[in-house]
Each structure stands twice: as structure tokens, then as C-alpha cells.
């Protein structure tokens, strides 16, 4: 099936900030997606965590399974609306790459410490360590990737940093929407993360189904299992649950895209960025994917045993952000900067500690603040 006008393809693409004679026998994208899977930062997504810590056990998704699971989503529907699906499965893949240790309460102590020096952005960081930070071919820093996936690992940034970015800043300035494969990517992220952490939210206990049942969605596709398989056991049930839960949102989005793109009626990839946002919900799923994400916040996130990870983890952070601005002699060479810049060393230690995973962040800690450790 040849790819719609309104897709990506190299062709019409940005394309790389330093030129390359251009692959054999694979795409410019599958060129991208096959860096990303070699990259360093790719390999340290096994180790790093959204919700649970690594070390809580060997079934909780982490940031690699999750990469997994939102380059499966967005594939699918990206084949069903002649999308790039090497460009979609390339900006899945990562669209992590640039989280801290410890999800999000790991990106929050980070960006608070590098208050004074600009901040710390997952997304920014990102593209930092595609652009920048990855040090494996002899031409290039970073992976010389094609600016559309850049622009699709860029799925935020403020005005502010915008203008500092160049080309992949100018679709926030000019307020332009990104390619239909980024959007389709970061909903297909909204629907991995909410349904997995569901499942791993009952596996670990801090969830149960009867809980669950406030969650229209849920309930309904609950029910559905019931009646089809009358005394299914939970585990099963839960499965089946939340399989047919993606399954109804990833057919929602088809539909849906597929009515938008039609009366929007864009012509090629000029038109999509002009136009509205193509690639959503309906209005109803939007509605029930909104208030399965409120449940998770208000009985997940907040879990007081979440909680308890959560504070460890901005002490670990905040603690190993704090020791190394102190002492920079402290840092492995490479991170340690020479010209006297405060902001350029508070920067390279944001890499640092950002690029760790959960497992080597503790043992970090306990090496600096530990006596008896080495
Ligand atoms: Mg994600």
C-alpha cells in the first residue's frame, strides 16, 4: 500500500543536519529507527521506570517494554492510515530517551535543581541526546537523525526555548501542528501508559478491580469479559479487559482520524501542519480516556506507597545534584567542564544524572554518601 500524500517520506523530509549518501535497500527512516535501537540511551530504557522502581519486580513495565508497546500501537494505526510507519515506529522508540531515573518525580527534583541554569525538560533532553549527547559515529555527534523525527521526539517545549532550538523550534513559534506520525505517536503513548499502568497498578497490589469499577471504560469492557467468559479467572480477566480497552481506542482513532483527514482533505504534508489536529479521539473516548487517566492520578500516582518511592527518588536526585555543583572534581571526566561556566557545568551534570538508570542512580548515592561503599 503506497503511503498517503499527507505522510512523511524522505522526499519531502527536513532531512538530516549533516548530509549522508543515502541508505541501500532500507528507508531514511528505517535508517533512524535502526540508530535509535543501537544508541546507548535506548539500551539504559530496560533499567529505567515510570511508576515502579526496576528493582519491585520482573513484570512492571519499564520505559523499554513501554517504548515496545507504544511503537506497536502507533504502527498499527499508522498501516491503516498510510502513514510512515518507520517514521512512527522510529520517534516510538524514542520518545523517552531523554527521562531521568525514577520517572517523573526523578524530572521534577532535576528540573528544580537546574532552576537557575534553564531548566530540565524530558523532551528537550530527548532531542539533546540525539542531536548531542550519543557519541558513536565519526562524523556526527549525536545520530544525525531526520528532522522529523527530531520534531517528533519535541512533542513540548515553551516558547521561550523554542527560539533557542532552530528548525525543530519553529512549529511552536509559527504554532503549527507536527507531522500526523507524531501526532499519532503521542496518542498511542496516552494509550500504552494508561492501560499498562492499570495492569501493573493490579499486579502490584495498589489497585483493585473493584476500584477499577468507578471507570466507566473499564467497567463496561469488564462486563463484556464476564458475559463472554463466565467465571474467568482475574488474571485472565484483567487481560482481556485491558486488551479489548486499547483494542477499542486504537479503532476509535482510526475512524476518527480517518473522518478528520478526509474533511480537512490535506494534500500533502504542508497542509496537515496548517491544519487543526487530524489524529485524535472521538469525542466520546476522548471523554472516558480522560477520566481513566483522572482515576489514575487520584488512585496510582498518588498511592501512598507511590509516594514513598516518589520522595526517595527527588532525595537521590536533588541529593546527587547538590554534591556534584558543590564538588565537580567529584564527576567522571567526561562530564566535568573545564572553562570555570557555572551553567555549563550545572548542564553536563543534568546529563549525567539524567542518563542514569534507577538502579545505577542508587548506587551512585550510596557510593557518595556512603562510607563504608568505595
Ligand atoms: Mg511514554
Same mark, same amino acid.
Given at each position: 500500500?503506497?503511503?498517503?500524500?499527507?505522510? %512523511?517520506?524522505?522526499?519531502?523530509?527536513?532531512?538530516?543536519?549533516? !548530509?549522508?549518501?543515502?541508505?541501500?535497500?532500507?528507508?531514511? *527512516?528505517?535508517?533512524?529507527?535502526?540508530?535509535?535501537?543501537?544508541?546507548?540511551? *535506548?539500551?539504559?530504557?530496560?533499567?529505567?521506570?515510570?511508576?515502579?522502581?526496576?528493582?519491585?519486580?520482573?513484570?512492571?513495565?519499564?520505559?523499554?517494554?513501554?517504548?515496545?508497546?507504544?511503537?506497536?500501537?502507533?504502527?498499527?494505526?499508522?498501516?491503516? #492510515?498510510?502513514?510512515? /510507519? @518507520?517514521?512512527?515506529?522510529?520517534?516510538? #522508540?524514542?520518545? @523517552?530517551?531523554?527521562?531521568?531515573?525514577?520517572?517523573?518525580?526523578?524530572?521534577?527534583?532535576?528540573?528544580?535543581? =537546574?532552576?537557575?541554569?534553564?531548566? *530540565?525538560?524530558?523532551?528537550?533532553? !530527548?532531542?539533546?541526546?540525539?542531536?548531542?549527547?550519543?557519541?558513536?559515529?565519526?562524523?556526527f555527534d549525536g545520530l544525525n537523525l531526520m528532522f522529523e523525527t527530531?520534531? !517528533?521526539?519535541?512533542?513540548?517545549?515553551?516558547?521561550?526555548?523554542?527560539?533557542?532550538?532552530?528548525?525543530?523550534?519553529?512549529?511552536?513559534?509559527?504554532?503549527?501542528?507536527?507531522?500526523? /506520525?507524531?501526532?499519532?505517536?503521542?496518542?498511542?503513548?496516552?494509550?500504552?501508559?494508561?492501560?499498562?499502568?492499570?495492569?501493573?497498578?493490579?499486579?502490584?497490589?495498589?489497585?483493585?478491580?473493584? +476500584?477499577?469499577?468507578?471507570? @466507566?471504560?473499564?467497567?463496561?469492557?469488564?462486563?463484556?469479559?464476564?458475559?463472554?467468559?463466565? !467465571?474467568?479467572?482475574?488474571?485472565?480477566?484483567?487481560?482481556?479487559?485491558?486488551?479489548?480497552?486499547?483494542?477499542? +481506542?486504537?479503532?476509535?482513532?482510526?475512524?476518527?482520524?480517518?473522518?478528520?483527514?478526509?474533511?480537512?482533505?490535506?494534500?500533502?504534508? /504542508? @497542509?496537515?501542519?496548517?491544519? %487543526?489536529?487530524?489524529?485524535?479521539?472521538?469525542?466520546? =473516548?476522548?471523554?472516558?480516556?480522560?477520566?481513566?487517566?483522572?482515576?489514575?492520578?487520584?488512585?496510582?500516582?498518588?498511592?501512598?506507597?507511590?509516594?514513598?518511592?516518589?520522595?526517595?527518588?527527588?532525595?537521590?536526585?536533588?541529593?546527587?545534584?547538590?554534591?556534584?555543583?558543590?564538588?565537580?572534581?567529584?564527576?567522571?571526566?567526561?562530564? #566535568?567542564?573545564?572553562?570555570?561556566?557555572?551553567?555549563?557545568?550545572?548542564?553536563?551534570?543534568?546529563?549525567?544524572?539524567?542518563?542514569?538508570?534507577?538502579?545505577?542512580?542508587?548506587?551512585?548515592?550510596?557510593?557518595? *554518601?556512603?562510607?563504608?561503599?568505595?
Open positions: 500500500m503506497p503511503l498517503a500524500p499527507y505522510a %512523511v517520506y524522505a522526499a519531502v523530509s527536513g532531512g538530516r543536519k549533516f !548530509g549522508e549518501t543515502p541508505p541501500v535497500d532500507r528507508t531514511e *527512516f528505517q535508517r533512524d529507527r535502526d540508530r535509535i535501537i543501537h544508541s546507548s540511551a *535506548f539500551r539504559r530504557l530496560e533499567y529505567k521506570t515510570q511508576v515502579f522502581l526496576n528493582h519491585e519486580g520482573d513484570l512492571f513495565r519499564t520505559r523499554l517494554t513501554h517504548s515496545l508497546e507504544v511503537a506497536q500501537i502507533a504502527r498499527s494505526i499508522a498501516r491503516k #492510515l498510510r502513514l510512515n /510507519e @518507520d517514521l512512527v515506529e522510529a520517534i516510538s #522508540l524514542a520518545h @523517552d530517551l531523554g527521562h531521568t531515573p525514577f520517572g517523573h518525580a526523578g524530572q521534577d527534583a532535576l528540573n528544580e535543581c =537546574m532552576k537557575n541554569y534553564g531548566g *530540565f525538560e524530558h523532551n528537550l533532553q !530527548g532531542l539533546r541526546v540525539v542531536d548531542v549527547l550519543e557519541d558513536r559515529y565519526g562524523a527530531r520534531e !517528533g521526539i519535541l512533542k513540548r517545549c515553551s516558547l521561550e526555548n523554542a527560539r533557542t532550538l532552530g528548525d525543530v523550534g519553529t512549529r511552536f513559534i509559527e504554532r503549527k501542528q507536527p507531522t500526523l /506520525e507524531a501526532q499519532l505517536t503521542n496518542l498511542a503513548d496516552e494509550i500504552a501508559y494508561s492501560n499498562h499502568d492499570i495492569d501493573d497498578g493490579l499486579r502490584s497490589g495498589l489497585l483493585d478491580t473493584k +476500584q477499577l469499577e468507578q471507570v @466507566d471504560f473499564y467497567a463496561y469492557h469488564r462486563r463484556e469479559v464476564e458475559v463472554s467468559y463466565p !467465571g474467568i479467572n482475574s488474571r485472565r480477566a484483567i487481560h482481556e479487559t485491558v486488551r479489548r480497552m486499547i483494542n477499542a +481506542q486504537v479503532l476509535d482513532i482510526i475512524s476518527t482520524a480517518g473522518e478528520r483527514i478526509q474533511s480537512a482533505c490535506p494534500a500533502s504534508l /504542508e @497542509d496537515v501542519r496548517k491544519a %487543526v489536529p487530524l489524529i485524535a479521539f472521538s469525542d466520546t =473516548m476522548r471523554t472516558e480516556a480522560s477520566s481513566l487517566k483522572k482515576f489514575l492520578h487520584e488512585n496510582l500516582y498518588r498511592h501512598y506507597r507511590v509516594n514513598r518511592m516518589s520522595s526517595k527518588a527527588r532525595r537521590i536526585v536533588t541529593e546527587l545534584f547538590d554534591a556534584f555543583i558543590a564538588e565537580p572534581g567529584m564527576l567522571p571526566p567526561d562530564y #566535568l567542564v573545564s572553562t570555570g561556566d557555572d551553567s555549563a557545568q550545572a548542564r553536563r551534570i543534568a546529563d549525567y544524572i539524567s542518563g542514569m538508570t534507577d538502579r545505577y542512580a542508587m548506587r551512585e548515592h550510596q557510593r557518595l *554518601f556512603d562510607m563504608t561503599e568505595g
